[in-house]
């Protein structure tokens, strides 16, 4: 039998920049991306009564056979600086271990399958 599920979610990811750069790459596969959710702020500890600065996202490129996902920015991220991106998705989840996928073991201790 076979079961389609279908994933919906939203990446909240923390960066630090190694060197200065005006390109993130992340790893991408069989994902449907909202381009108009994707988001990249200064990163600004809890608490803080500094403002997150918001860095322009120039385009959005996917390569599928590269499976990656590049975000071209308007002015290059600062090294030693920290920042957080955020974009929405949707994802198949699949029985084949790319992408999303779904997978359970056989936890013999606990006598259950997770």
Known sequence: ???????INNLLKQLRSE???????LHSVNLQLDPNSTVLHSYVEEGSVDKPETI???????????E?????????????????LSMAFKAN??????GFYRSSYRDEDA???R
């Open 1 to 7: 039998m076979i079961v389609k599920l279908l994933l």
């Open 19 to 25: 060197k200065p750069t005006s390109e993130i790459r």
């Open 56 to 66: 322009d996202i120039v385009s959005q490129q996917e390569n599928s056979t590269l």
């Open 68 to 84: 990656q996902l590049t975000v071209r920015l308007a002015e290059p991220l600062q090294a030693g600086h920290d920042y957080q």
């Open 93 to 98: 989840l699949y029985q084949d271990l790319a």
């Open 111 to 113: 006598n259950s399958t």
